[in-house]
Antibody, heavy 113, light 107 residues
């Protein structure tokens, strides 16, 4: 069955960077684009953008054009979300989803000094 | 950007009730509208895709309808396990956008 398994929770300080992974199984990785969604504590869902798993081309929603990087390791059926220069407002759970049917379990990221 | 206005934001209903949740888009989204249920600490679960298509494994008490800018999720007979927050999501136009959510409480 299709599964997306994400890496574990992160606790970081402002200014640091992190990289979250999302490992896909149960389907051909390049069949579906990988999407990323942010959910701040107690808030709704915010669409971050997507990466074309065939070409590796990322597309970012406006709020995520700076500091956020989508990437792939196709041989490992894994997508990554990197966040640079972390800010307090990056504190959230980050989900990967493909192609909006299947979701990872989410990664809770806490940014605090 | 397409704004998705979801209503109500909070809904309290009894087991057996018929429940409707609405989503209004700021422009035509051509039925590219999904509905998700999310429980605390979990990932969203797809219920309905493209307005009225029931995702595999989802009970038939869930249904969707709509066109143009107005869409509705209906639960025909509310069950205790249906509590949670429901989100609509348009995937017609970039940037893709979610509704703000409807928290469904069971009385």
């Amino acid at each position: 069955q299709i599964q997306l398994v994400q890496s574990g929770p992160e606790l970081k300080k402002p200014g640091e960077s992190l990289k979250i992974s999302c490992k896909a199984s149960g389907y051909t990785f390049t069949d579906y684009a990988m999407q990323w969604v942010k959910q701040a504590p107690g808030k709704g869902l915010q669409y971050m953008g997507w990466i074309n798993t065939q070409t590796g081309k990322p597309t970012y929603a406006d709020d995520f054009k700076e500091r956020f990087v989508f990437s792939l390791e196709t041989s490992a059926s894994t997508a990554y979300l990197q966040i640079n220069n972390l800010k307090n407002e990056d504190t959230a759970t980050y989900f990967c989803t493909a192609p909006f049917d299947y979701w990872g379990q989410g990664v809770m990221v806490t940014v605090s000094s | 950007d397409i704004q998705m206005t979801q209503s109500p934001s909070l809904l309290s209903a009894s087991v057996g009730d018929r429940v409707t949740i609405n989503c209004k888009a700021s422009q035509n989204i051509n039925k590219y509208l999904n509905w998700y249920q999310q429980k605390l600490g979990e990932a969203p679960k797809l219920l309905i895709y493209n307005t009225n298509n029931l995702q595999t494994g989802i009970p038939s008490r869930f249904s969707g309808s709509g066109s143009g800018t107005d869409y509705t999720l209906t639960i025909s007979s509310l069950q205790p396990e249906d509590f949670g927050t429901y989100f609509c999501f348009q995937h017609n136009s970039w940037p893709l956008t979610f509704g703000s959510g409807t928290k469904l409480e069971i009385k």
